[in-house]
């Protein structure tokens, strides 16, 4: 049975025996303390699912458990259409905080083992296998400087989604409108534009006039640490689960697979039904000129308390939804995961 520890405490851990994980750098180490057969069904039946559990606890089953689900969740994310051939997931490494996990580049639906993942430094978004070098996405820096900005944050999606684009390139702002959607923020989701820092990140000499010929565009991508963190700021107040990213997508942070995969497909729902009732909206009134007496325009949001107590109910039944997702991704013949 391996002993649980945290982040910050791990290079004071006392060892009495380790191992290499094959899939993992020579710097990610597995510890195990021989045990009891008592001691260990006890401590065996405290542990928690890990998808839903603390991220700082593990041993190595449960870290095979970490990359079978991570790997259900980018084909959960693909059946959903939040994610295409484009778009990508990660998750905190529990055995080392200062690292995170995705997948190589490569469409998420075609993720089918744990030789697929690969392991990244936080500082850096560097691979800890320098094999790998050559397998990364451009944007991992959204990542890297989320988990390095939010030590809370342990699953991070960044989605291309259809249904969200809108909203990412017009003044209405998205709101929640659905119960299963109360973790958006009431007033809006911020907008993360890339136009707002690109002479920045060039240097001083750019700082408020960034060329007009296209030069040094990131060409609304974050492919660097200066755009990351700047990206990150976004989610500064603590109720934001989700920044919208001009004419790209959004990105979406949560403490756990489960939630994160939640947040991402009920974003894109709630895109979808604000989406149709401003058509609905906008259509009454072309067909008669205007809303009768009394009548209430607007869409109806939810309020703050609505978006508070709905998002605590979410949390609480998050099992259900996954539960049916895995299994809807199980038995098509499009996904394999043998990890």
Known sequence: MSVCWTGPQLSRFPVPRRRRHPRHSSSSLFFSIPCSSNSRDKLIGQVQQL?????????????????????????????HRVL???????VRNPLMRDTFIMSRSMAPAL??????????????AKPTDTSNQNQL??????HSEIYRQYPSVNAIVHSHCQA?????????????????????????????????HEGMRL???????????GSGSSGLLVKDEFLGRKLAYKFIDTKTTVVLMRGHGFTTVASNLQNVVFQSIYTA?????????????????????TFPTGADPGIHFLSKAE??????????TVRRPWALWQREVEVSPLYQNSA
Do not use: W
Request: aromatic residues 6%; hydrophobic residues 40%.
């Open 269 to 289: 729902q709630n895109a979808a039904v604000q989406k149709e009732a401003i058509i609905m909206q906008n259509a009454a009134m072309a067909v008669v000129g």
């Open 51 to 79: 998808t839903t559990a603390p991220m700082e606890t593990l041993n190595e089953r449960q870290f095979d458990r970490l990359e079978h689900d991570f790997i259900t969740a980018l084909h959960i994310l693909h059946y």
């Open 84 to 90: 295409d051939a484009y778009g990508h997931l990660s």
């Open 203 to 213: 240097g001083p000499a750019h700082s408020e006039n960034p060329p007009d010929d």
């Open 137 to 142: 996405f451009s944007e991992r820096f959204i």
């Open 164 to 196: 969200v684009l809108p909203f990412t390139i017009n003044r209405v702002r998205l709101r929640p409108c659905i119960h299963l959607a109360g973790f958006l923020r009431p007033e809006g989701c911020p907008v993360f534009d890339t136009r707002n």
């Open 111 to 124: 993720v089918s083992s744990a030789d697929d993942l690969i392991t990244l430094t936080i500082d850096g």
């Open 307 to 316: 978006a508070t107590a709905a998002s605590e109910m979410c949390e609480d």
